[in-house]
């Protein structure tokens, strides 16, 4: 086996009186894309902080490829976007990118930046000064920053916070695409459907606890997805589905659970009866259920 991207062992970090992290831990393999799933002041944002070097736990071990976190050696090949991330409002987007990679001694080439900011949607926007940007746009900005080096790890804080649907389309494709670049992602949020489309693990904190960890890419016996439809046209896909071999059980006013290969599929087969399905995700059964009994096991 490889060894792991990130290993912490019983790391605690307080801030005073408050324990933000307590004796978590953590293992995550390369080449993955790794979601770190818990309510607000679970501690997600203090172990991101601490794996990227910006602050020192209080007690525990921690390795980001087998060396101690902010060490030159961990900086180069590590990409973050932690909450509030820092730019100069006064520099254009692309002069944002050189410059804060110039902080880290990086010289990079117009063309890679360019590159980075095409890939986040601002290919447009690059001549703006940052200050003009809008939430959505600056959240782009320190994605194109967190990747313009090609780094062998993603840390990305609620990366989603202020995209738009379209932009939190770019980021799943975006994610992926890293992922299969060979790099390794970890990506936090409260949200355990947002994880959920585009995640191989999920690892749930609670209490600066790692309290489960759930892959989701083994194969399943037969993966499902939920389509969501116009409740009146429920039936009709029911049968278009049923028509093409393949089970569709209702699950819901305008939702029914398909047992079929891929959701394109699902898609394919829907549009082809002549309807647009709302929306098509994998259903990972019992992952909720899953993450509700860790909770509970934990003291909720
Ligand atoms: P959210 O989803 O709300 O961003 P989180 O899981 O990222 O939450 P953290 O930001 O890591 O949680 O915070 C964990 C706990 O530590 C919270 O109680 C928070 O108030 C506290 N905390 C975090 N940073 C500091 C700090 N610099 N000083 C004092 N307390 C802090």
Redesign the pocket.
């Known amino acids: 086996m490889t060894d792991p991207v990130i290993q912490a062992t019983g790391l605690s970090k307080s801030?005073?009186a408050?324990r933000?992290l307590d004796g978590c831990d953590v293992q995550i393999s390369t080449g993955r894309i790794v979601g770190l799933l818990?309510e607000?002041?679970?501690?997600?944002?203090?172990l991101m902080r601490i794996l990227a070097g910006l602050v020192r736990p209080t007690s525990g071990t921690v390795r980001v490829f087998g060396q101690p976190p902010g060490t030159s050696a961990v900086a180069g090949r590590i990409g973050v976007t932690i909450?509030g991330s820092a730019y100069y409002p006064w520099l254009s987007a692309h002069d944002n990118v050189a410059a804060l990679h110039r902080g880290f001694g990086r010289a990079l080439g117009p063309e890679r930046i360019a590159a980075a900011l095409g890939r986040v949607g601002l290919d447009q926007t690059g001549r703006r000064r940052a200050a003009t940007l809008s939430q959505g746009q600056r959240q782009r900005l320190a994605l194109a920053v967190a990747m313009a080096h090609e780094p062998d790890l993603l840390v990305l804080d609620?990366p989603a916070n202020g995209l738009d649907p379209t932009g939190m389309a770019d980021l799943r494709k975006l994610i992926v695409a890293e992922r299969d670049r060979g790099a390794t992602v970890l990506v936090?949020s409260?949200l355990l459907a947002e994880l959920e489309e585009f995640c191989d693990t999920v690892v749930m904190?609670h209490r600066g606890k790692v309290v489960g960890t759930r892959d989701l890419d083994q194969a399943e016996s037969s993966p499902r997805f939920l389509v969501e439809v116009q409740p009146g046209e429920l039936a009709a896909a029911q049968e278009a589905l049923e028509a093409a071999g393949v089970k569709a059980d209702q699950a819901g006013e305008g939702s029914l659970l398909v047992e079929i290969d891929s959701g394109r599929a699902a898609n394919q087969i829907l549009v082809g009866a002549g309807i647009v399905p709302e929306s098509v995700s994998p259903h990972h059964a019992g992952l909720e259920e899953y993450y509700f009994a860790r909770l509970k096991e934990a003291g909720e």
């Open positions: 801030f005073k408050t933000a818990g607000n002041g679970a501690g997600k944002t203090t909450e609620e936090s409260h904190m």
